[in-house]
């Protein structure tokens, strides 16, 4: 292909959408050849957004290229990185000087944002808008993990973007860097898919999204939850990493005749997954009703109900909070339902009306937030302020659940346990990891050759060097029975546990040391998440902070 005059910076920048797309994904440009030069193998990345965009673009580089299938060309990183910065200082100042972006500008660009997203199985996009620096960073939640998304773009850029979602098709009125907004939105994307015959085949979809900003020191961040991504399959327990015995007496509860069954664990943390799962299991034949806020999954069934809350609005007339948790708690009373899942039980009010309900016959699920199971019961009755005396009565609590999600090893680049040291030299974390899992070997007697570790230094394809892909729940729950109502009553959680371990309960811990000597978790992401994995002795700590260096 005979080198051109026009410059590679120009030529790009006189088609917006595949400047865009550049500036958007930082990983290659076309030089004044047509090559496309990317610092990622094209196993690595899909380049093929921004392959059609040159081949069917009539503007950038005059047209020259048009109708040309762009060759790839493995470059360095730094390359690409001074490339994609002149394009963006170039086109910047032009750039933010436009009028503000059409709604179907704006639309497209959200739509790219979303898709990369999925495509890269993130649960989250964050937004970080700077004053300070006039900067936007967009980053991403995968598997558990805070990554860059789509680096160093103008602060326009992401306003743009976050003022779209927010009031053209979230329905707020206005959204600014001052502003505090909370908004749901649903946008058509093209989603990848697997088809029943194992082919990749893309599909438009309607998908649905939570949009959060709060006020920061240097600017404003959004974050972004996907809600539904299309019509997704509900995962059962199983396929969520429960055991059989998680299983069986999760299911039993929530097909019960009555009771409440309360479930904690931090924000992200799979609980409205793994309800929905448990939810599933309820016969046709029995009404279920969710509140939520948003409503996060659509069950099945004309059995199947669910309604949006919103703890903002208020009722001009009334003057009253007529979408509350509290209101159509209230409300279902008269609604005949076999089992209600309340989205969170947040604040007094919302724990006074759950409890309420869960003396009416039927049965109860809500979510918490706090660090383990037996903690729901010093969190509802403490902060939440509902009476012990209602809390320990017969037939009311049946369970109380608390999980976690962790990273699980790729199957195909893991390391075992034997051959880790093998590795020391090219991970730093490794060697202390496999010390550790040996301490664990000698305190508890515990069978080791099943345990592996994350390789995350290989040209693995299927975890793209990562070393783990996809999460797995660990989980804990408490059966209450007589006993423990005894416990409850007197608010003796220590006894309690001492009790429960008598009676061989099986500890979040317990269920990841399982998961870590059966190869499917890595120690150093349990740790994350999990403590007390290895016996550590007070007085060694203190020593060693003694010690002078």
């Given at each position: 292909m005979?080198?051109k005059?026009?410059d590679?910076?120009e ?7 595949l400047r865009?797309?550049?500036c ?12 496309l030069c ?8 899909d380049y093929?957004?921004?392959e ?9 580089f ?7 299938q762009?060759?790839?060309i493995l470059?360095s ?11 963006k ?9 436009e ?8 639309k ?6 979303l898709e990369?997203?999925i ?6 996009v ?6 300070k620096?006039?900067t936007?960073?967009l980053?991403q939640?995968?598997?558990?993990e ?9 602060l ?9 979602a ?5 329905g707020?009125?206005a959204?600014?860097m001052?502003t505090q907004?909370?908004?749901t939105?649903?946008?058509m ?6 088809d029943?015959?194992?082919?990749k085949v893309?599909l438009s ?7 959060s ?22 995962l059962t327990?199983k396929q ?8 069986d007496?999760?299911v ?7 009771g409440?069954?309360?479930?904690s664990g931090?924000?992200g ?8 799962a448990g ?16 409503v ?8 199947n109900?669910?309604?949006?809350v ?16 509290q209101h159509y708690g ?7 339902t076999?089992c209600l899942?309340f989205g ?19 049965v ?12 729901i ?5 403490e902060?939440?302020g509902v009476?012990v005396s209602?809390l320990a009565?017969?037939?009311i609590?049946?369970g ?8 699980t090893?790729c ?22 990891a ?6 664990m ?7 080791v ?6 390789n995350?230094?290989?040209?693995c394809t ?6 783990e ?14 006993k ?8 003796k ?8 371990k008598e ?6 811990r317990?269920?990841a040391q399982?998961?870590l ?33």
């Open positions: 005979e080198a005059t026009i590679y910076v030529g790009i920048c006189k088609d917006e959408k865009d797309l550049i958007e994904s930082e990983t290659c440009y076309i030089n004044n050849d047509g090559y990317g610092y990622k193998n094209e196993n690595e990345f093929s957004d921004i059609k965009a040159v081949k069917n673009s009539e503007k950038a005059d047209g020259v290229f048009y109708g040309v762009p060759k790839f470059v990183e730094t390359e690409v990185r001074d490339a994609v910065l002149k394009i200082s170039i086109s910047s100042t032009s750039v933010e000087s009028k503000a972006l059409s709604d179907s500008d704006a497209l660009r959200l739509q790219r944002v990369q997203a495509a890269n199985g993130a649960s989250d964050h937004i970080r808008l700077s004053n620096h006039g936007s960073e980053s939640r995968k598997d558990g805070f990554i860059d998304l789509m680096p160093n773009q103008t326009k850029y992401g306003e743009e973007l976050c003022r779209y927010a009031t053209a098709i979230g707020q009125q959204f600014s001052e907004v909370d908004a939105f649903e946008i994307l093209d989603v990848s898919e697997v029943s015959k194992g082919s893309t979809k309607t998908t649905k999204w939570r949009l900003q709060i006020k920061i020191d240097d600017g404003s961040k959004v974050t972004i939850r996907a809600l539904q991504i299309g019509a997704e399959k509900i327990l969520l990493g429960l055991s059989k015995g998680h299983i007496a999760f039993k509860i929530v097909n019960s005749a009555q409440a069954l309360l479930m931090p924000t943390s799979g609980k409205t997954t793994t309800i929905n939810l599933s299991t309820i016969k046709s034949t029995k009404v279920v009703h969710s509140l939520e806020d948003p996060e999954f659509l069950r099945q069934g004309k059995n109900f669910s309604t949006a919103n703890e903002d609005f208020t009722d001009k007339k009334t003057k009253k909070k007529t979408k509350s948790f209230k409300v279902l009373l008269r609604h005949d076999n899942y969170e039980v947040r604040d007094k009010e919302a724990a006074a009306i759950f409890m309420r309900l869960a003396t009416t016959g039927q109860m699920v809500g979510t918490i937030h706090c660090n383990s199971a037996i903690s019961i010093t969190t509802i009755a902060q939440l009476p209602q009565a017969p037939g609590i049946k109380l659940a608390h999980q976690r999600l962790v990273r090893l199957p195909d680049c893991k390391i075992p346990h034997e051959k880790a040291n093998e590795y020391f030299d090219r991970d730093s974390s490794l060697e202390q496999y010390e550790d899992v040996e301490k070997r000698l305190q508890q007697d515990v069978d050759s099943g345990v592996y570790y994350r995350s230094h290989s040209n299927t975890c793209k060097g990562s070393g892909k996809g999460r797995t729940a660990l989980f804990e729950l408490i059966l209450v029975d007589a423990a109502r005894e416990f409850i009553r007197e608010l959680l220590n006894e309690w546990l001492e009790h429960l009676q061989g309960f099986p500890s979040l317990d269920h399982s998961k000597t059966s190869g499917v978790l890595d120690y150093r992401s349990i740790i994350e998440e999990v403590d007390g994995l290895v016996e550590e002795k007070v007085e060694h700590s203190y020593q060693q902070m003694r010690v002078m260096e």
